[in-house]
């Protein structure tokens, strides 16, 4: 793909196939939805101070992760029934990964209009620098947890 031509063109290919297709209309999701998505921390005290104080989330869980006894696996709860994991790995260093096919590019919630000026407030009273796209009533803001993850929240399109 050279162009934007050739991009619509893809596109409007997956469109006619995944989208608009007849038998994905009807058929079921074969899964219930997001039980938890498990990132890696360098610092799990600065992400947990970051996820419980400035997105208001719960820590519910804390335990030593199954695959290596040393590393701590902890879940904070992001509402709607959706836990956020996080992993660290003090045996493996703090290197970063490089972003790319396979990799994450984000992580978006859902925000209702009074969360989202909740937010807002919060960010400006703790000098956390943050993106707005619309207003400061609805439309989404990014900003990036401590290891520089980026994270959207967002009260829709």
Partial sequence: M?????????????????????????SVVATG???????ISSDL???????TTVLQMRLVKIMANRDEPTSTHIFLDMGGGNMLA??????HGKERTTRGVGSMHHVALKSSE???????LRLKDRGISY????????GSI??????????????GY
Avoid: C, M
């Avoid at 939805?33 to 990132?39: F, N, S």
């Avoid at 996080?86 to 045996?91: A, E, G, R, S, T």
């Avoid at 990014?142 to 009260?155: A, F, G, K, S």
């Fill in 2 to 26: 050279k162009n934007l031509s050739d991009v619509e063109v893809y596109r409007n290919e997956l469109r006619k196939k995944y989208l608009l297709g007849a038998e994905f209309k009807e």
């Fill in 114 to 120: 009074p969360q989202f000026k909740g937010l807002i």
């Fill in 45 to 51: 005290k600065a992400t947990t101070e970051f996820y």
């Fill in 142 to 155: 990014y900003l990036r947890d401590p290891d520089n993850i980026q994270v959207e929240v967002t009260t």
């Fill in 131 to 138: 993106s707005l796209h619309g207003t400061e009533e609805q």
């Fill in 33 to 39: 939805g997001v039980d938890h998505l498990a990132l």
């Fill in 86 to 91: 996080f992993f660290d790995f003090p045996k």
